[in-house]
């Protein structure tokens, strides 16, 4: 018997199917569904680069329509925060850290073995340090266990979920609307021509007097210290202090406010011997968010922030 005939005898002789080798069926891809959605989820990123810090963090909740039962409805809050690691402060906020803040909202559905997410407004947190214009985009999101993979154009990110538990959708954390009245702060610091420098910091308190009229105080340190050490010869030490007091009043025009300083309490020291006097000023100031950008006369530019907050609150 030939090799051939042979291995037909022995196929002859095997039960049906014998020959075909036994396959498992491969195991059915994990479902997903809306409400493996539902909850809160992060995304955290960080970078040093051209002299900042910028830290980006995104905070995500969805929770079911309750007009569609195909769809859930979602916002996220983004918040990119930049500081200069060599402490020199920006142009649009005169300080050494900013921060934009923009909350999304999105709906999610489902799309074959993915989802679909698209942003449908938003809203951002009114700063001299943000044009408060967004680009919206659509997302294709695939889950994998407590990960979202996200990926739009030649994008991508992973959202982490830190949370499964319903909730509602998350307001926005700053306020509806801004009113000047309270406590403002500013602080600068540059090189007179002696090369000292001057630390300069002042302390301002607006109380309103009806819808368009404002008064105002403000008292403001000036440090002149030598940046080696050596003694200044007016102070016979190698920095010196004065304060001035200063009041103010202003006038609403349409959407700024018009400043003038009525009287000052100028501070004495002997550096101060040749120029006692004070020249009072006036400007006109734009409230932007929890900012009070001021401009004087001689386009000098004065950027006042709210006081931070103390720790733990």
């Not at 979202?148 to 030649?154: E, H, N, P, T, V």
């Not at 004070?278 to 950027?303: C, N, P, S």
């Amino acid at each position: 018997m030939n090799r051939f005939a042979a291995l037909v005898a022995l196929a002859a002789c095997q039960p049906p199917g014998a020959s075909t080798p036994t396959t498992r069926p491969a195991p059915a891809p994990l479902a997903f569904s809306l409400r493996d959605l539902v909850g809160d989820w992060r995304w955290l990123y960080h970078a040093d680069e051209a002299g900042t810090s910028r830290v980006e963090d995104e905070r995500w909740r969805f929770e079911r329509d309750p007009g569609n039962a195909n769809r859930l409805l979602g916002r996220y809050l983004r918040s990119v925060e930049v500081r200069a690691l060599d402490r020199e402060p920006f142009h649009c906020n005169q300080r050494p850290w900013y921060r934009q803040r923009a909350l999304y909202d999105v709906t999610a559905e489902l799309d074959g073995d993915q989802f679909v997410i698209r942003e449908t407004g938003y809203t951002t947190e009114p700063s001299p340090c943000d044009h408060g214009f967004r680009h919206m985009a659509d997302y294709r999101a695939t889950p994998r266990g407590d990960q979202l993979a996200l990926s739009w154009g030649d994008g991508s990110q992973t959202l982490w979920q830190i949370d499964d538990a319903a909730a509602p959708l998350p307001e926005a954390p700053w306020p509806q609307s801004y009113t000047p009245e309270g406590a403002w702060q500013w602080d600068a610091s540059s090189y007179d021509a002696d090369g000292n420098i001057h630390d300069e910091h002042e302390w301002w308190e607006i109380t309103r007097r009806g819808d368009t009229r404002l008064d105002a105080t403000y008292r403001r340190r000036v440090t002149v210290r030598s940046p080696d050490g050596k003694v200044i010869p007016c102070a016979g030490a190698a920095s010196w202090s004065f304060d001035d007091a200063y009041v103010l009043d202003g006038q609403k025009e349409e959407e700024h406010w018009h400043l003038w300083e009525r009287a000052v309490s100028p501070g004495d020291h002997p550096c101060l011997r040749a120029t006692p006097r004070r020249t009072l000023d006036e400007a006109t100031a734009e409230q932007i968010g929890a900012f009070f950008v001021m401009e004087w006369r001689g386009k000098r530019r004065e950027i006042l922030y709210r006081p931070d907050p103390a720790p733990g609150t």
